[in-house]
């Protein structure tokens, strides 16, 4: 089976920086494009950035220049680093593949559970 699981969100100052981190299982990694979505409370989920197998990189306008989205094959780990955070940033992160490889279920798209990340102003 599957997993994708985040860590590294929190409480952090307006300017401030994050790094969460999102560590894969069950399947295989380095084949995947990876992509880091946001939602804010009373908003529609957004993709924020996305990585695919080879490294390229694509991010969202309101974020380009502040997030960086970057891999760890050999620990099946993806990352986002935020650095000068806004209050709009506030959001719950979630770490997603369209199609993540495994054995027993074949290409599948996984979503992790999330991870809260709140800026203040």
């Known amino acids: 089976q599957v997993q994708l699981v985040e860590s590294g969100g929190g409480l952090v100052q307006a300017g401030g920086s994050l790094r969460l981190s999102c560590a894969a299982s069950g399947g295989i990694f380095r084949i995947a494009a990876m992509d880091w979505y946001r939602q804010a409370l009373g908003k529609q989920r957004e993709l924020v950035a996305t990585i695919t197998s080879s490294s390229s990189t694509k991010y969202l306008d309101s974020v380009e220049g502040r997030f960086t989205i970057a891999r760890d094959n050999a620990k099946d780990t993806v990352y986002l680093q935020m650095d000068s955070l806004k209050p709009e940033d506030t959001a719950v992160y979630y770490c997603?593949?369209?199609?993540?490889?495994?054995?027993?279920?074949?290409?599948?798209?996984?979503w992790g559970q999330g991870t809260l990340v709140t800026v203040s102003s």
């Open positions: 997603h593949s369209p199609s993540f490889w495994s054995a027993r279920g074949g290409y599948r798209e996984v």
